[in-house]
């Protein structure tokens, strides 16, 4: 079955740059989105079609594209921005796949 | 203002049976397609289920594929995931999910003895 491929931890100090990758054989044909979770909460839409955010999450967040891997990046990091980040995207039949999950954790 | 609220969580001795539900709301529920997904304690997310706007398409994950039925209500506005024989793994909080950007907070489901 179709995986996507994600670290399962990244930690970086408040106000550098935090970069979660993720990786998928048909990510360079399918969108992909990602979600952050915190604790103890559903998950929140960050990024979708690979690079778009929705109305009201913060221009520091955003996606990008190369290939077979997407990359959330996250400028500035804050405090608040500590949580679980989800990547997913769609098989062949268009069924949703998730990665393991991203802890990020905020020095 | 989108809301998605879950209800039919519980415990369950494994082999048993339970009927999630989820009640749409500041949408026109009937135009969009709706999924399932979960995710067990300390885990990442699993895609579950998903269901067409008139119900006539539905996917399932080979892990509940032949245990679970999904299943919708568009009069009353209502998405419904009928889970029977339930194994210990199938212990998650589960999500009802419109397009990915709308989530419900979820509904807890715990198999064990």
């Known amino acids: 079955s179709y995986e996507l491929t994600q670290p399962p931890s990244v930690s970086v100090s408040p106000g550098q740059t935090a970069r979660i990758t993720c990786y998928g054989d048909?990510?360079?044909?399918?969108?992909a989105y990602w979600y952050q979770q915190k604790s103890g909460q559903a998950p929140v839409l960050l990024i979708y079609?690979?690079?778009q955010r929705p109305s009201g999450i913060p221009e520091r967040f955003s996606g990008s594209s190369s290939g077979t891997t997407v990359t959330l990046t996250i400028s500035g990091v804050q405090a608040e921005d500590e949580a679980d980040y989800h990547c997913q995207s769609s098989d062949s039949s268009a069924a949703w796949v998730f990665g393991g999950g991203t802890k990020l954790t905020v020095l | 203002e989108v809301q998605l609220v879950e209800s039919g969580g519980g415990l369950v001795q494994p082999g048993g049976s339970l009927r999630l539900s989820c009640l749409a709301s500041g949408f026109t529920f009937s135009n969009y397609g709706v999924h399932w997904i979960r995710q067990a304690p300390g885990k990442g997310l699993e895609y579950v289920s998903a269901?067409?706007?008139?119900?006539?398409?539905?996917f399932y994950a080979d892990s509940v594929r032949g245990r679970f039925t999904i299943s919708r209500d568009n009069s009353k506005n209502t998405l419904h995931l009928q889970m029977s024989s339930l194994r210990p793994d199938d212990t998650a909080m589960y999500y009802c999910?419109?397009?990915?950007?709308?989530w419900g907070q979820g509904t807890l489901v715990t198999v064990s003895s």
């Open positions: 269901i067409s706007e008139n119900g006539t398409s539905t």
């Open positions: 079609k690979d690079n």
């Open positions: 999910v419109l397009s990915g950007l709308y």
């Open positions: 048909e990510l360079p044909n399918q969108f």
